[in-house]
């Protein structure tokens, strides 16, 4: 779900964090991205154009969330397979001030 997508540092921490997954029998998953799926939180309708432009911005600039800033960062949506089955796994990588992710999806282990 794009609401809880994992939190990466830019494009080569997507790919970094993916090509750490094994799947269930000892593998590594095929990944490809498919696209985003739009902003990690939706905007509300009454999000002023000066608003999208400064946390488009922030985003473009990798910059940190303030404290309760809402998660406004586009996600993007990759599809794994392992074997014969397939799954999908949301990442945003826009967070370059957060530690690398260490914990791996269900069905999935992490190897360091």
Same mark, same amino acid.
């Given at each position: 779900?794009?609401?809880?997508?994992?939190?990466?540092?830019?494009?080569?921490? /997507?790919?970094?964090?993916?090509?750490?997954?094994?799947?269930?029998?000892?593998?590594?998953?095929?990944?490809?991205?498919?696209?985003?799926?739009?902003?990690?939180?939706?905007?509300?309708?009454?999000? /002023?154009?000066?608003?999208?432009?400064?946390?488009?911005?922030?985003?473009?600039?990798?910059?940190?969330?303030?404290?309760?800033?809402?998660?406004?960062?586009?996600?993007?949506?990759?599809?794994?397979?392992?074997?014969? /089955?397939?799954?999908?796994?949301?990442?945003?990588?826009?967070?370059?001030?957060?530690?690398?992710? /260490?914990?791996?999806?269900?069905?999935?282990?992490?190897?360091?």
């Amino acid at each position: 779900m794009r609401e809880t997508a994992i939190e990466v540092c830019k494009p080569q921490g /997507q790919h970094h964090y993916l090509a750490r997954l094994v799947c269930p029998d000892r593998s590594h998953p095929a990944f490809e991205r498919s696209g985003n799926v739009g902003p990690c939180h939706d905007l509300s309708a009454d999000t /002023q154009p000066g608003e999208i432009t400064r946390l488009t911005i922030a985003a473009m600039e990798y910059r940190p969330l303030e404290a309760g800033e809402v998660d406004h960062h586009m996600v993007d949506r990759y599809e794994l397979t392992c074997g014969p /089955q397939t799954s999908e796994l949301y990442l945003d990588m826009y967070h370059c001030d957060a530690p690398v992710p /260490q914990a791996a999806p269900a069905g999935f282990s992490i190897a360091n």
